[in-house]
């Protein structure tokens, strides 16, 4: 008896691939979701290298007054221009969105620097300008630095060591590897291929259950010498091969668009190299069986194609939710985690591919603990699949 | 299996074996409602049997029984001597079937289609293009038997699906209404296959609620109403039993008879 079950899974595979909805769906998913991701880490290059490389343009009322601050400034790479025509005007340039920052420079700059009391500059900015921030930063770094050139100095004329005025020495550290850093942005990637993984079988799960009885061919299907455990068992492994097509579409075009971009220029080296898709591809697979049994639980429950497809995005959700939830309260891979589906794969991806030596011993719960899961959910579809209220 | 197949059909044919399919006080309730309520009938080999009756009378559900796609609460069912409940494989085995609309898979073929159910029923690589070509011509389906099902007309989907049903042979088949919804010449062709049929000493088992159509093509008829056996017999018998000359006018008179019981 083994045939009727490889009879069954040949011909969900035959049908299905005739039908240009789920073949659509699967396609668009696993090529989309990576453009998806080649934007977003587009965007960020925009961002980080126009921060640091390109000069900054600050308007500047009453540059005449402060000639040494502003060659100071210059030569921080900050580009002195004609400011507007007075306080006013600058709120309201800043305001408007105009410009970024106004730097004012009151008249009696000179002499409130000469009889040495604290000179008032005065900055314009508008912080909820989310996109000016990073220039509005660099203009206060350099004014910073120009308070601390000229303390330094005057403390030095009156024989005064200027390190006096540094009792602390912070040294900020960033321990974060370029490649830790880059496992942030990519580790949605993981999200993306479980997504991929679910949405390449839903169709065929949805027509071979479902479909099945709103077409009318459950009922002489099941009056055919051939046990219901066989039919069930062919379509759930037609429903594994179309995830596990879909999964490996969807690792191969983010290959390809990871070459794409230079994500040097993120100081992020993350490794995505063909060893890693070949592994990710095998960490995921236990998950194919968890995701195509428990697609078809949902399925089976429904009366109709429509039925079925308002529960997709909740059937969706819920593999996925877990990530999420540990994503907020801690990032860091534990034991416990491993035995939970898709959370196991995601924890265990974004350590490989930010190049952190991954656990052999979590590689085998998470891949033992999803194939469990995977058994018990074939095995609920199976009991559901005896019921008479099957037919509807 | 597909030799055992044949080889009980030869047996029943050998001995004569004139009840095929036997039910027995058979009871089915969904809930509160009680569809089937103590139905009893023979269907005899190389006969056509019709189950006639209004719709909602659980003529769907009983034939549901024999293709032991629901259990019966109570009573029993059997098929060639085979329970319906305690040897449900051995059954399906031994019928084919025709449900409710044709329920072909729109994007094969109707060859594909046939040929899905005999790969199903564990017929060999080497026998399923012989036995399909050999219901395609006595169904003559040949115009349309490569093209896909999606663009049928209802008579061509009926056609391959009572083609699919045949497949493995069966010795008994279960048509439930397969005439609804077709047009005059579509109802005769699939008038005289059956008749065909019949005359290859299959025990045919045949749902409508149309008397008329009953009494044209079958040779014993059991009017069911209220999930109750009326009446059961050759039309002559009925129309004796009922005292009615005309068909319709017999047909309401056996449903009053429920009514009285």
Not at chain 1, 60 to 83: D, T
Not at chain 1, 124 to 148: I, K, P
Not at chain 1, 192 to 216: K, N
Request: aromatic share 6%; charged share 20%; glycine share 8%.
């Amino acid at each position: 008896m083994m045939r009727a079950f490889l009879v069954v899974f040949v011909k969900e595979i035959v049908d299905n691939l005739r039908d240009r909805r789920s073949l659509t769906v699967a396609l668009l998913t696993a090529l989309t979701m990576p453009l998806l991701i080649l934007f977003l880490i587009s965007f960020q290059i925009e961002r980080f290298s126009d921060s640091d490389e390109q000069s900054v343009t600050l308007p500047v009322i009453g540059a005449g007054h402060a000639p040494n601050l502003m060659r100071y400034l210059e030569s921080r790479n900050i580009e002195i221009v004609e400011g507007p025509a007075d306080a006013t005007a600058a709120t309201e340039a800043v305001e408007a969105g105009d410009r970024d920052a106004v730097l004012l420079i009151p008249d009696d700059f000179g002499e409130q620097l000469a009889d040495m009391i604290p000179a008032t500059v005065a900055l314009y900015s508008d912080q909820t300008n989310t996109a000016g921030n990073s220039e509005v930063g660099r203009v206060l770094d350099a004014l910073y630095g120009y308070n601390q050139t000229l303390a330094a100095i005057r403390l030095s004329a009156r024989g005064v060591n200027p390190t006096m005025l540094r009792p602390l020495n912070i040294d900020n550290i960033d321990v974060s590897t370029p490649s830790g850093r880059a496992a942030i942005l990519l580790g949605m990637m993981s999200y993306i291929f479980l997504f991929a993984l679910l949405l390449g079988g839903m169709y065929l799960t949805i027509d071979a259950t479902a479909g099945e009885r709103e077409r009318g061919s459950l009922e002489p299907l099941l009056s055919l010498p051939v046990t219901r455990t066989h039919l069930m068992f062919g379509k759930i492994a037609a429903t594994c091969v179309f995830m596990s097509f879909s999964l490996s579409l969807c690792l191969m075009s983010v290959f390809v668009s990871l070459k794409l971009v230079p994500l040097e220029q993120l100081g992020m080296t993350p490794n995505f190299s063909l060893d890693v898709v070949l592994a990710a591809f095998l960490l995921l697979v236990p998950f194919i069986l968890a995701g195509a049994a428990w697609m078809t639980l949902f399925a089976s429950f429904t009366k109709s194609y429509k039925e079925a497809q308002t529960w997709l995005g909740f059937v969706l959700l819920v593999p996925t939710l877990p990530i999420l939830i540990v994503s907020i309260l801690t990032p860091q891979p534990r034991f416990e985690f491993m035995f939970v589906p898709a959370l196991s794969q995601h924890l265990i991806l974004v350590d490989m591919i930010s190049n952190e030596p991954v656990n052999g011993l979590h590689v085998a719960v998470s891949a033992l603990s999803t194939l469990a899961v995977g058994a018990i959910l074939t095995w609920v579809c199976v009991r559901l699949y005896q019921r008479e209220s099957l037919l509807g | 299996m597909h030799g055992a197949q044949f080889r009980d059909a030869f047996l029943c044919r050998l001995l004569g074996a004139d009840s095929v399919i036997r039910v027995e006080g058979i009871h089915k309730s969904f809930g509160e409602v009680h569809a089937v309520r103590g139905v009893s009938f023979d269907a005899p080999n190389g006969k056509i049997t019709g189950l006639l009756g209004p719709n909602g009378a659980g003529k769907s559900t009983t034939m549901r029984i024999l293709c032991t796609l629901l259990k019966p609460d109570l009573g029993t069912a059997t098929i060639d001597g085979a329970d319906v409940v305690t040897d449900s494989l051995a059954v399906r085995r031994r019928i084919g079937s025709l449900p409710h609309g044709s329920g072909l898979y729109p994007r094969l073929t109707a060859r594909e289609n046939i040929a899905y159910y005999a790969r199903l029923c564990g017929l060999g690589q080497d026998v399923i293009e012989d036995r399909i070509d050999e219901i395609v011509q006595a169904l003559e389906i040949g115009d349309f038997a490569n093209r896909r099902a999606k663009e049928f007309s209802h008579g061509q989907r009926t056609k391959v699906a009572l083609g699919r049903a045949l497949v493995h042979d069966p010795q008994n088949l279960v048509l439930d209404e397969p005439t609804t919804g077709l047009d005059v010449m579509a109802t005769r062709g699939l008038r005289d296959l059956i008749e065909k049929l019949k005359a290859d000493g299959r025990c045919i088992l045949f749902s409508s609620h149309v008397m008329q159509e009953v009494a044209a093509l079958c040779d014993d008829i059991c009017i069911i109403a209220n999930g109750m056996v009326a009446i059961h017999g050759s039309v002559d018998e009925i129309r004796q039993r009922t005292g009615r000359e005309d068909l319709e006018d017999a047909f309401v008179a056996a449903l009053g008879m429920v009514e009285t019981k």
